[in-house]
Nanobody, 119 residues
Framework: QVQLVESGGGLVQAGGSLRLSCAAS????????MGWYRQAPGQERELVAT???????NYADSVKGRFTISRDNAKVTVYLQMNSLRPEDTAVYYC?????????????WGKGAQVTVSS
């Protein structure tokens, strides 16, 4: 099992910045891609950004140029630096980790961190 613990959420004014962290623990071998998803009230969960163990990144169009995902492989921790925040970024942000032990593919989720951006 893999446990993911997020930290760094909170309330910020529009235009401000926040940094989310997610630390993985447990059976962390074979974790490949890690990332962040978010879910606003009444909406489906959506991808924000992902990063592979090799450092390849992928971003949702809505956050490109404003958010930066990074990863510390030694600590098995993933970060999301969020700048120029907008009210529409308000959501619960979930950390995600993918583990591949062939032929099994497993996804793990954190409990979520609330991010609220006031206008």
């Amino acid at each position: 099992q893999v446990q993911l613990v997020e930290s760094g959420g909170g309330l910020v004014q529009a235009g401000g910045s926040l940094r989310l962290s997610c630390a993985a623990s447990g059976t962390i071998r074979s974790i490949t891609r890690m990332g962040w998803y978010r879910q606003a009230p009444g909406q489906e969960r959506e991808l924000v950004a992902t990063i592979t163990s090799g450092g390849s990144t992928n971003y949702a169009d809505s956050v490109k140029g404003r958010f930066t995902i990074s990863r510390d492989n030694a600590k098995v921790t993933v970060y999301l630096q969020m700048n120029s925040l907008r009210p529409e970024d308000t959501a619960v942000y979930y950390c995600n980790a993918e583990k591949v032990v062939l032929p099994t593919f497993t996804q793990y989720w954190g409990k979520g961190a609330q991010v609220t951006v006031s206008s």
